[in-house]
């Protein structure tokens, strides 16, 4: 699996955030309206934002010009619903390429839900320790139930880490920004999973702060 951890920017919200998502505040009125499915995103303070017509994302109370980005996939695979439970209610989430390197996305996103209460399981080949909780090198091989598996893989890997996710009983599968594989997706769907893809958990967590 090593040789298709997800680096920089392919693996979710831009590399280098530096827990600045933390941070981010919509202008008043903005949030209701921001639409997260949208075929389309922003890149705003180096994060990617989902799209929204004639709106604007304030940052530390300075506003931002954001650029289109391709790649948003469909609705189905980022219903606002799905994504609201899997962040609010579901509490063990596996990271599949979660190493003890800060410079990596997965590593920023697994802190960024483990400060928002989550409990993180790292799931990596060197089974390191990792934000002081204890890596195992498969799914296979972690010993509770886990509510959410995060896919930090290469999209053409992901699937594999998909049906192991399927095989250990999991409830839901997040596939980050760039990691798309909507047959693997589809397979995950028809064994009851919840499935999002193509969304960043930080980015999302933030459109609904205090919602």
């Known amino acids: 699996m090593?040789?298709?951890?997800?680096?920089?920017?392919?693996?979710?919200?831009?590399?280098g955030s530096g827990g600045g998502l933390e941070e981010m505040e919509?202008?008043?009125?903005?949030?209701?309206?921001?639409?997260?499915h949208r075929q389309a995103g922003h890149r705003a303070g180096g994060h990617l934002l989902p799209s929204f017509e004639g709106e604007s994302v304030a940052r530390k109370g300075k506003f931002l010009r954001a650029g289109r980005v391709a790649g948003?996939?469909?609705?189905?695979?980022?219903?606002?619903?799905?994504?609201?439970?899997?962040?609010?209610?579901?509490?063990?989430?596996?990271?599949?390429?979660?190493?003890?390197?800060?410079?990596?996305?997965?590593?920023?996103?697994?802190?960024?839900?483990?400060?928002?209460?989550k409990r993180i399981i790292p799931v990596h080949p060197a089974a390191e320790t990792v934000l002081?909780?204890?890596?195992?090198?498969?799914?296979?091989?972690?010993?509770?139930?886990?509510?959410?598996?995060a896919v930090y893989r290469r999209s053409e890997l992901a699937g594999q880490s998909v049906d192991e996710a399927i095989a250990i009983g999991a409830g839901a599968i997040w596939?980050?920004?760039g990691v798309i594989d909507e047959t693997a997706a589809q397979r995950a769907l028809d064994a009851g999973l919840d499935v999002v893809m193509d969304r960043c958990p930080g980015v999302e967590w933030a459109l609904r702060r205090g919602r």
Request: a negative charge; hydrophobic letters at 35%; proline letters at 7%.
């Open 2 to 15: 090593t040789g298709g951890l997800l680096k920089g920017t392919a693996g979710g919200c831009a590399e």
């Open 175 to 177: 596939l980050p920004l």
């Open 26 to 36: 919509l202008t008043p009125g903005t949030a209701d309206e921001l639409q997260p």
């Open 72 to 117: 948003y996939v469909e609705n189905r695979f980022a219903d606002v619903d799905v994504i609201k439970r899997m962040l609010h209610e579901a509490h063990t989430w596996a990271f599949v390429g979660l190493s003890d390197n800060p410079e990596r996305t997965a590593y920023d996103q697994a802190r960024l839900l483990q400060a928002r209460g």
């Open 132 to 149: 002081g909780e204890t890596g195992y090198p498969s799914l296979a091989e972690v010993p509770e139930k886990v509510d959410v598996v």
